[in-house]
């Protein structure tokens, strides 16, 4: 009976586990840039849906939307990947090469921009940082509170 008791409390413990890096929930919600020029509003949005995550960014300029695009974060094959869509003609996969419980790094070394794309979840601000070895662009996003 203790043997039974044992194993059953084992797979209990295992099957309720689960990796904390691979919980983008701090993602979720409704972003607005607050590190922008002043005449452009950017924001992006992001869902969990049952087996991704899939956000929106756009940027506005007076009432007219200047640029848009789609992204969805995802596991295929033990990876994860961050795919945009909506600025190539084709969607653009950048692979994650570092993951942790507050942020994670997604790389394209064949993308001309951005190579590298970081998000990170500092105190009650989302950081987007895009880069080559070139050059960078820094994003710092505030929720939108309902």
Same mark, same amino acid.
């Given at each position: 009976?203790?043997?039974? $008791?044992?194993? %059953?409390?084992? &797979? @209990? &413990? !295992? $099957?309720?586990? /689960?990796?904390?890096?691979?919980?983008?929930?701090? !993602? =979720?919600?409704?972003?607005?840039?607050?590190?922008?020029?002043?005449?452009?509003? #950017? *924001?992006? =949005?992001?869902?969990?849906?049952?087996?991704? *995550?899939?956000?929106?960014? *756009?940027?506005? @300029?007076?009432?007219? #939307?200047?640029?848009?695009?789609? %992204?969805? @974060?995802?596991?295929?094959?033990?990876?994860?990947?961050?795919? +945009?869509?909506?600025?190539?003609?084709?969607? /653009?996969? $950048? +692979?994650?090469?570092? !993951?942790?419980?507050? *942020?994670?790094?997604?790389?394209?070394?064949?993308?001309? $921009?951005?190579?590298? =794309? =970081?998000?990170? &979840?500092?105190?009650? /601000? @989302?950081?987007?940082? +895009?880069?080559? /070895?070139?050059?960078? +662009?820094?994003?710092?996003?505030?929720?939108?509170?309902?």
């Amino acid at each position: 009976m203790k043997r039974l $008791f044992l194993a %059953l409390s084992s &797979l @209990l &413990l !295992l $099957f309720s586990c /689960t990796n904390d890096a691979e919980d983008f929930d701090w !993602l =979720i919600g409704e972003w607005k840039r607050v590190n922008a020029e002043e005449d452009f509003k #950017t *924001y992006e =949005i992001w869902k969990k849906d049952k087996n991704y *995550y899939s956000g929106l960014g *756009y940027t506005m @300029l007076d009432e007219d #939307t200047i640029f848009k695009e789609n %992204l969805k @974060l995802f596991k295929e094959n033990d990876e994860w990947t961050l795919q +945009v869509t909506g600025v190539n003609e084709a969607p /653009t996969p $950048f +692979v994650l090469s570092e !993951l942790k419980p507050e *942020y994670f790094i997604a790389e394209n070394d064949t993308n001309e $921009f951005p190579k590298k =794309i =970081i998000y990170k &979840l500092q105190n009650d /601000t @989302l950081k987007a940082n +895009v880069s080559t /070895t070139e050059f960078d +662009v820094d994003f710092e996003f505030v929720e939108i509170q309902k």
